[in-house]
């Protein structure tokens, strides 16, 4: 037990005092006709008579221990460890490619993307736009509001000429350098791209995946519309994904869309490490001491009392 206010603890020193004099105090003696006779001294009965008259004192001491504040650490809790995911979202112009019944490779991905940052409360998330170039939209936050409100701007029909090639080893390269600042956590990179990529020639594909390993980034790439990608950006993918154990996910449809999100969530699972809480009032045993003291000295002052004479 500690005590949010100790320097109150020496008053602590009045009880002590008071239940000392308790015990060689004298009273007023007086003679009664039989102190002469052959009774027994009654040792035991003093000693009783004593301490129900220390009640009192203890009774004080319990008062100031509770004014002093007595705390106690709380139990351990399990904290979550942050995972830092940045959405890294194609948006070159083969994404306004119509997609499933209605709507774009791009719509399905937006939506999408909100509701995996839905059922990944407590993660940080940010986004990443990229064409021949990217640009960090959003930095990791909680404030996950910050990814559905950007999905209104970042469309591929808002994007300017020169972002309508793909170029990924260089996007997540901008990944890695943004999640490197993020001192705590799990870090991870959700790709999302519908084609392959110009920067993948030469090992550039294995190039950046060594570059994310090194920094513990895992990179999970769905690949949104036709199965049939092919050429070195798929090859690049999985390469990717084998070297920083990720994954590569393939969507055909919306419904589909959806599946690879709960996936990556079942993948990248939460984490949790035990930190020692605050400190917490502990007045309940004070409260029950002082209780039972007070019921006792109320039982004690029927008889067990010296006279006051």
Same mark, same amino acid.
């Given at each position: 037990?500690?005590?949010?206010?100790?320097?109150?603890?020496?008053?602590?020193?009045?009880?002590?005092?008071?239940?000392?004099?308790?015990?060689?105090?004298?009273?007023?003696?007086?003679?009664?006709?039989?102190?002469?006779?052959?009774?027994?001294?009654?040792?035991?009965?003093?000693?009783?008579?004593?301490?129900?008259?220390?009640?009192?004192?203890? +009774?004080? *001491? @319990?008062?100031?221990? /509770?004014?002093?504040?007595?705390?106690?650490?709380? &139990?351990?809790?399990?904290?979550?460890? #942050?995972?830092?995911?940045?959405?890294?979202?194609?948006?070159?112009?083969?994404?306004?490619?119509?997609?499933?019944?209605?709507?774009?490779?791009?719509?399905?991905?937006?939506?999408?993307?909100?509701?995996?940052?839905?059922?990944?409360?407590?993660?940080?998330?940010?986004?990443?736009?990229?064409?021949?170039?990217?640009?960090?939209?959003?930095?990791?936050?909680?404030? +996950?509001? *910050? @990814?559905?409100?950007? /999905?209104?701007?970042?469309?591929?029909?808002?994007? &300017?000429?020169?972002?309508?090639?793909? #170029?990924?080893?260089?996007?997540?390269?901008?990944?890695?350098?943004?999640?490197?600042?993020?001192?705590?956590g799990d870090r991870a990179v959700v790709l999302i791209t519908d084609g392959g990529s110009g920067d993948f020639q030469n090992g550039g594909d294995r190039t950046v995946a060594q570059e994310l390993a090194e920094q513990k980034i895992r990179v999970f790439s769905v690949l949104i519309g036709s199965d049939d990608f092919g050429g070195m950006g798929a090859n690049g993918l999985y390469t990717i994904a084998s070297v920083t154990g990720g994954k590569v996910f393939t969507a055909g449809d919306n419904a589909a869309l959806a599946t690879v999100f709960h996936e990556i969530d079942g993948m990248q699972k939460a984490k949790f490490k035990q930190v020692t809480a605050d400190w917490v009032d502990n007045y309940t045993p004070l409260a029950v001491t002082g209780l039972a003291a007070a019921l006792l000295l109320g039982i004690a002052l029927l008889g067990l009392r010296y006279t006051p004479w």
């Open positions: 037990m500690s005590f949010h206010h100790p320097q109150l603890l020496w008053l602590l020193a009045l009880p002590v005092l008071w239940g000392f004099w308790q015990w060689v105090r004298r009273g007023h003696p007086l003679v009664l006709p039989f102190d002469h006779g052959q009774q027994r001294d009654g040792r035991w009965l003093r000693a009783l008579a004593n301490l129900a008259g220390t009640l009192p004192a203890g +009774l004080l *001491a @319990i008062a100031v221990l /509770m004014l002093a504040g007595p705390r106690k650490p709380a &139990p351990p809790l399990d904290e979550r460890i #942050l995972n830092n995911i940045i959405i890294c979202l194609d948006v070159s112009g083969s994404m306004g490619t119509p997609f499933g019944q209605k709507g774009t490779r791009f719509a399905a991905a937006a939506e999408a993307t909100k509701q995996f940052c839905s059922f990944r409360k407590g993660d940080a998330f940010g986004l990443t736009i990229f064409g021949s170039e990217y640009v960090h939209w959003i930095p990791p936050t909680k404030e +996950l509001s *910050a @990814i559905s409100n950007a /999905m209104k701007y970042v469309r591929p029909d808002n994007m &300017p000429a020169w972002m309508g090639g793909t #170029l990924i080893a260089s996007a997540l390269r901008g990944c890695r350098n943004e999640l490197v600042r993020v001192p705590d």
